[in-house]
């Protein structure tokens, strides 16, 4: 059984320009994500428009290749492109990760990627609870909401990080990569840079981590 993790690196980005190589504790962005993957004893791919993203994979060892699809029409054009570039890899289970989320427990990811075939589903994705801390909006405002909140179901609410994806080869194939039976794996980090303010938020994170 074939694993290979794999990281769609875009350097684009409509709010913070070259968002990617934004350095977050003295390093580009994207460096956190390729170190991660450096630590993990599985074949590892890099497809990026960016000849420094590349490049940078390269120094880590990485299997670096050129990004010739774009990734901005959601989750329908990403299984297309990852079923294209896996004709190349030729994985069994696929670990996808997202460039803008620098932060990962590596001992946790491990356990995620070998439990995963006796999870029986056809896809696992990282979130973190949110049920008490929910908040409602008008488009305008938004409104806390307690723990006595109403929730008719009667389940428990949870946000997707989108830190880590691992998928079978079967469900690379699908349009929708995340449909059917799903595993959710709780993320001990919720970062996702996406704005100045995340990547603020992310750097005093890594600060005061270093005075503990």
């Known amino acids: 059984m074939k694993i290979v993790c794999v990281l769609l690196a875009r350097i684009g980005s409509k709010r913070i320009p070259q968002k990617l190589l934004q350095l977050l504790g003295g390093r ?3 460096e956190h994500t390729l170190f991660t993957m450096s630590q993990l004893p599985y074949p590892s791919y890099v497809f990026s428009d960016s000849e420094i993203i590349r490049n ?14 774009e ?27 997202q460039a803008t989320s620098p932060f990962r427990d590596l001992d946790l990811l491990k356990k995620w990627i070998v439990e995963y075939p006796y999870y029986g589903v056809n896809c696992a994705l990282t979130v973190r609870e949110i049920n008490l801390n929910l908040y409602l909006g008008d488009g305008t405002r938004v409104y806390p909401v307690n723990r006595n909140y109403n929730n008719s179901s009667n389940q428990k609410l949870y946000k997707e990080t989108g ?13 929708h990569l995340t449909d059917g039976k799903r595993k959710l794996l709780i993320d001990p980090y919720d970062f996702d840079i996406d704005t100045w303010d995340d990547l603020d938020r992310a750097e005093r994170f890594i600060q005061e981590a270093k005075r503990k």
């Open 163 to 175: 830190s880590v994806y691992i998928f079978s080869k079967s469900q690379i194939e699908k349009n």
């Open 56 to 69: 940078m994979a390269n120094d880590y060892n990485l299997n670096a290749r050129n990004k010739i699809l």
């Open 28 to 30: 580009p962005l994207v």
């Open 71 to 97: 990734n901005e029409k959601g989750v329908h054009f990403t299984s297309q492109e990852l079923k294209h570039y896996n004709i190349e890899m030729n994985a069994d289970i696929m670990v996808l990760f």
